[in-house]
């Protein structure tokens, strides 16, 4: 049991370092094959960074736990509005551009409601049983595409303002092995942290979903906590608003859809709650763009967030 603790906890490092290696060895090759760095930005560091929450969706989703596969992406998307962007706005207020409030954010509304309209199948057909099914995964990836062909579109009609660091350019041999090491990582912690979640579970007699919803979904948040915490430091608070909400879609759209086309996701209606904090996070961050100053979120408002997330946080476990 100790060592299934141990390497729970070793599973978020190699998750985390194996997602940068692949992101690394990726872009070096992408580099040398004269890709410019805003097309890396959008195709091998969005997926790289989504590459932990993505790994142990499938893992679990073969698992069958899918209490952990859901939970987790509700529990990321509920952390990446209150606790990161919240964090965000405490070292420097977070500016969004227009784009980001009037068509990224309903987006990532849009997404949220749509998971709770495909999972709720008893609730809307009178069935006995609830769950993202293939069709419904197929359905996600549709709308994942028609958001990718929105941020090219949005890219190709004008330079954006991504000061991303450059790419550092690799040998191929290194490339290689980055990208390789990089997939073990992600294979072997996300194995790990997936059945030290199911072991803790049991162990402590909670449920997997408190645990996706808690743990597991801060745990592969990390990346995204870094790139936005960094992001607001350097004051290129664009970027860190845009990470988050570009994860948020990314989570749904993505890497539900994927999860549920390799196997249907059956559906605790209990969840149901967690849909609602998530639908209320994405209107909360649209309502913020208008009280106070117009578009920014200001540093009080990044102390509520973050207060709320703690209190999210106290009910889960009182109520689990």
Partial sequence: ??????????????????????????????????????????????????????????????????????????????????????????????????????????????????????????????????????????????????????????????????????????????SVIFILLGLVGLVFGGKWIVDGAVSIAEGFNISESLIGLTVVAIGTSLPELATSAVAAYKKQTDIAIGNVVGSNIFNIFWILGVSSVINPLAFNPASNIDIIVTIFTSILLFAIMYIGKRHIIERWQGFVMVSMYIGYIVFLVMTH
């Avoid at 805003?38 to 969706?57: D, H, Q, R």
């Fill in 1 to 174: 049991m100790i060592l299934t603790y141990i390497l729970f906890a070793i599973g978020f490092v190699l998750l985390i370092k194996g997602a940068d290696l692949l992101v690394e060895g990726s872009s070096s090759i992408a580099k040398k094959l004269h890709i410019s760095n805003i097309v890396i930005g959008l195709t091998i560091v969005a997926f790289g960074t989504s590459m932990p929450e993505l790994i142990v969706n499938i893992m679990a989703s073969m698992k069958g736990s899918t209490d952990i596969a859901i939970g987790n992406i509700l529990g990321s998307n509920i952390a990446n509005i209150l606790l990161i962007l919240g964090i965000s706005a405490i070292i420097y207020p977070i500016a969004a551009k227009r784009n980001t409030v009037l068509k990224e954010i309903p987006f990532s509304l849009l997404a949220a409601i749509m998971i709770g309209v495909m999972a709720n199948d008893a609730l809307f057909d009178g069935t006995t049983w609830s769950a993202i099914t293939r069709t419904d995964g197929l359905a996600l990836l549709g709308f994942f595409i028609i958001f990718f062909y929105y941020i090219f579109g949005i890219t190709s009609s004008h330079e954006t303002s991504t000061d991303t660091d450059e790419v550092k350019v690799h040998s191929n041999g290194k």
